[in-house]
């Protein structure tokens, strides 16, 4: 989706993202997820509050939700993730862990299994 903020922490920067709705049942705090093919750990989860509208419960919008990734200085100079600004785009990849949790859970849940 895009990044919605890059700031500095320290000694690492951090990366704050939105995502849409469809994409939140598969992050986890520490969990992985993947920035233009680069796998991080989410370093910090904000699952937001807000009440879902329709719009935001079939994947079409994003809300008050975000999530951080923590970069460190060699990340940053290898990877195109050093290039980051406010409101630049990324390719997002959740964790196949979690899709393959998801998905099982979802067959169980319709009997579909073995």
């Not at 879902?52 to 460190?72: F, M, N």
Request: charged fraction near 25%; proline fraction near 4%.
């Amino acid at each position: 989706d895009h990044g919605s903020g890059v700031e500095g922490v320290g000694s690492d920067w951090r990366v704050r993202l939105t995502l849409p709705m469809n994409l939140w049942i598969y992050v986890v705090p520490k969990g992985s997820i993947a920035l233009d093919g680069v796998s991080l750990t989410v370093a910090e989860l904000h699952p937001g509050e807000t009440p879902l509208t329709d719009e935001q419960r079939t994947g079409r919008a994003a809300i008050s939700r975000w999530l951080e990734v923590a970069l460190i200085p060699t990340t940053l100079a290898k990877t195109t993730l050093g290039d980051l600004r406010v409101g630049s785009r990324v390719n997002v990849e959740c964790d196949v862990m979690g899709k393959t949790i998801v998905r099982y859970l979802r067959t169980m849940r319709l009997g579909e299994c073995c």
